[in-house]
């Protein structure tokens, strides 16, 4: 009733559907991951599938806390993390997209996460120490990558729904 949609729930309903789920997701970030390790980050490990992985973000590349912020902004330039037609789907909660997802006809954006430093649940964790300020540094370029989709998602649709009305003005 409040307009939004789980685009996940149809997961809980079938196993084999959620597996081809996460195996989608692992597919998207080890794409991501190839194309990152090309452009600047060549340590990065390859993920897989872990069902006994309940509760945590689910299969994601994983960017080192000791990668320069410059170095991670060049592969983010390289090696886009959103996909122009798969974010827009996601975002209007097209109920389709999941099965063009599995049949491969368009690709699905990955999962970038930066590293934790040690300690960063504690409450008297110091984001302004330099491991903090670090791990926030990189994570404002994971996000404004994602912020400058969202933006022109936003702008698209406002033009697309801007409505003038045509019609003379009634005196």
Do not use: M
Request: glycine share 10%; with cysteine; hydrophobic share 35%.
């Amino acid at each position: 009733s409040s307009g939004y949609t789980n685009p996940t729930a149809y997961l809980e309903q079938d196993p084999g559907e959620a597996a081809a789920f996460l195996q989608g997701r692992v597919d998207a970030a080890n794409d991501w991951i190839a194309c990152a390790r090309e452009n600047g980050l060549p340590g990065l490990v390859d993920v897989a599938v872990d069902v006994n992985a309940g509760g945590g973000p689910g299969p994601h590349a994983l960017i080192p806390l000791k990668t320069e912020a410059a170095v991670l902004g060049s592969v983010i330039e390289a090696c886009p993390i959103f996909h122009e037609e798969y974010f827009r789907r996601l975002l209007e909660g097209d109920p389709t997209l999941q099965d063009d997802v599995d049949a491969g006809r368009i690709k699905a954006d990955p999962l970038v996460l930066v590293e934790q430093p040690p300690g960063i649940n504690d409450d008297d964790f110091d984001f302004e120490s330099e491991e903090g300020s670090h791990y926030l540094e990189l994570g404002g370029i994971l996000y404004a990558d994602e912020r400058a989709f969202e933006k022109k998602y936003g702008q698209e649709q406002k033009a697309n729904t801007s409505t003038h009305d045509q019609t003379d003005p009634v005196d």
